[in-house]
Every structure is written in C-alpha cells, then in structure tokens.
C-alpha cells in the first residue's frame, strides 16, 4: 500500500489515514510505501504515526521509502549523492520514529552523481544497519539491489520493451505504481464524457494516450461484467497475472477505493481475459523488438514456460 500526499492528490489528515492503514492491515496488506519527498516529510510522519495509533508491532509490517527529489533550495538537498543519502536517510528514520527502513530505494535518476557513488553509500546503510534491503545492480560485492519500482499498467506497457526482461533475467521484484494509469482506468472515464474530476483532471501524471486507453477501457468492460468485477479491479488483476509483477501498490484516499482495490486480489482472468485485454493496449512493434522476438520466438517460449 502506498500513502501518497502531493499538493495534486491525498490531502488526508491523521484520522483519514489512520483509518485506512488500519482497513489495509486488516485486509492482510503489510507492505506500506512511502517517500521523503511527498509532503516535504509529512507522509512519512503520518504513516509512523498511524502505526503507532494502531499499535502494529514494527516486525509486523515492511516499510519502504525513497531518497532524491528536493528536500531544500541548496543544490546538495536533493540527488543520489553520498552527502544527500545520508542525510536524508536520517531524517525518514526520525519522521517514521522507526530504526531500521526495510525497503529504501532511490527515487530517480541523478545525471550529476556516479552510480558507483550511490551504491557505495547504500551499501553503508545496510552494513550500518539502518536499511534492511536495497530498491537497482550488485557490483563490487556491494549490497544488492532486490526491487524496482516503476509504472506499469494496460495504459502505459513501455516497461516491457527492455526492463521486464531484465528483471526476470535477473530476479528482480518489480512494485507497479500508479497501477490504475493516475486513475483513467478506475471506470470513471468513458469516451462519451465520463466524470472530468479527481487527481487526472487537475494532474494529468502518469502521461496517457487517451484515445488508446478509451479502447483498452471498453474491454475492460467486457471482461469486469464477465468476471463480475468493477473495471478498476479487472486493470488491477491484469496486472497480478504478470509474471514479472511482485507487487502492486495502490494508493486509495477513501476506505470504499481501498477495499475495491483489495478485491482486485479475488479477480481471476481466463486466458481468454488476457488475450483480449493484451490484444488491447499491446506496444507498437518497434525494431529491434520485432526482429529480437523472430529470432528468437521459440526459445523465449521456453523460458515462459519455467
């Protein structure tokens, strides 16, 4: 689950939160995402207060949050260098009133830092003992990296042209955010005028190709009243069926979205689900993927296959 509170979206105060931690936790979901960066620090502060609100014993649930985006005006507030990690990895530690983070991951791409640099530093965390696990390549005997995390969904499948093959390869979880492609594929929308509300009306963040995702809605139509879900359900289990998806993070602000995004988890797509909803939004063929894929077509059948 991922508590997430820009100026575009959430603005749940304490109570609001702590309910839905609490409706999460009860539903099974131990795994909550966080970040410096959203709310400047407040998100983080929230989400270790509403776990002590509830009471959850701290091995009871993983706690990941992000280090890179701008915590100040200086230029060394922000970035993956060694100064910024260190710092800032005290700081979430402190709002989170935690003393280890399970998960820290780098939040972006620093073209100012040496990724040797970056590694190096969190590989200090670890060994120091307040980082668990790694969220990107394991060189010089450094601490590995063990997850991505990154958009993925039926509206936005650019991620399989080269990483999801990399991942697999290399046996690394991949968490999907912004499943629900910023809410377009929650079912609100249609191409004769669904609602013009919520976070894409004012926030139009992850990009989206409307007109190729009003296609992939009306499938998902099909496929929700087929399988007797909501349409939000239907997008999340599609990606549940990947093979390369370890876990979803959804980022509910309402109990009620919460608990329909839950039962996304009960959904199970057919083959023939699958096959429509891939046909659907499949990624345009681009060279060297189609000859890559015509080379070698049957071997990665049996890789599948595993």
Known sequence: MRY???????????????????TALDAGITFIDTANVYAEGRSEEIVGQALRNLNVARDDVVIATKVHGPMGDGPNAR????????????????????????????????????????????????????VRY????????????????????????????EIVPMLRAEKIGLMVWSPLAGGFLSGKFRRDGGVAEGRCAS??????????????????DVVARRRDCTVAQ??????????????????????????????????????????????????TSEYPGWM?????GSRQAMIDAE
């Open 134 to 161: 790694l969220g990107l390549a394991e060189a010089r005997r450094l601490a590995p990296i063990v997850s991505l995390q990154a958009y993925y969904s039926l509206a936005g499948r650019d991620l399989e042209r």
């Open 4 to 22: 997430r509170r820009l100026g575009h979206s959430g603005r749940l105060g304490q109570a609001e939160a702590d309910a839905i931690v609490g």
């Open 234 to 283: 239907a997008a999340l289990a599609w990606l549940l069926h990947q093979k390369a998806v370890t876990s979803v993070l959804v980022g509910a602000k309402r109990i009620d979205q919460l608990q329909d995004n839950i039962g996304a988890t009960e959904v199970i797509l057919e083959q023939d689900d699958l096959d429509a909803l891939d046909a659907a939004s499949a990624l």
């Open 203 to 220: 926030f139009d963040f992850p990009p989206v190709d409307k007109d190729r995702a009003y296609g992939i809605i009306d499938v998902l």
């Open 79 to 130: 970035g993956a260098s060694r100064g910024h990690i260190m710092t800032q990895v005290e700081a979430s530690l402190r709002r989170l009133g935690i003393d280890h983070i399970d998960l820290y991951q780098i939040h972006g791409f620093d073209p100012a830092t040496p990724i040797l640099e970056t590694l190096e530093a969190l590989d200090t965390l670890v060994h120091r003992g307040d």
């Open 292 to 296: 890559i894929a015509t080379q070698g």
